[in-house]
């Protein structure tokens, strides 16, 4: 299984011959959800879910299919009709042959004056998790964590203790674009330091193999 770094929040997972997508916001590239035969959103906000950037994948793909929320999947439902499923908390299913489980129910705290919205994590074949903007700790053992990083909503202190609660095999950074380059090794070595794990990022279009 190769893991595929995009833009900010957006990664893609290949395994014999077939492409799962999760988060192509209006961060990430424009084409970053083409050639998918399933794409996971988990929450409504833009950074995170671009229907232009569905619209390229459904496109390119008439048998491709998107699973989210219900706030994501009233959005869209009628512009692909009968291609998007919702789910929540607790689900279990098949995407394009990946086993996806599905963790958390909201966002994380970004102000006590912002309403909550919510939000899903995917576990993917029962190794790599994805959270989307929140710090859920799934009840399994996770072999590779892709870490929220940076938001607005998060502070390092937080990052790191969610990197020890999961304590997965590896983190791998996720939702970065807005962390300078400047900043990146302050991060970087903090996280290695005391995150307990190993801890690597990547930049845009670079890989890493996952073992099963």
Known sequence: MKLIKKGHACVRIEREGRTLVIDPGGFSEGDAAVGADAVLVTHEHP?????GRLRAA??????????????????ISTVFPGRVHTVGEGD?????GFEIEVHGQLHAVIHPDIPRIANVGY??????????????VPERDIDTLLLPVHAPWSKV?????????????????????LLTDLARPVY???????????????TPGESV???R
């Open 47 to 51: 950074d995170h879910f671009d229907e």
């Open 58 to 75: 459904m496109e390119a793909n008439p048998a491709a299919e998107i699973w989210t929320l219900r706030s994501v999947a009233e959005q």
């Open 92 to 96: 279990t299913f098949e995407a394009a």
């Open 123 to 136: 576990v993917v074949d029962g190794q790599v998790f994805h959270p989307g903007d929140a710090l859920t």
């Open 157 to 177: 202190s937080e990052v790191i203790d969610y990197v020890r609660a999961v304590a997965p095999r590896q983190a791998v950074d996720v939702h970065d674009s």
């Open 188 to 202: 970087d070595r903090m996280i290695e330091n005391l995150g307990g794990v190993s801890h690597s990022r990547l």
């Open 209 to 211: 193999s996952l073992a």
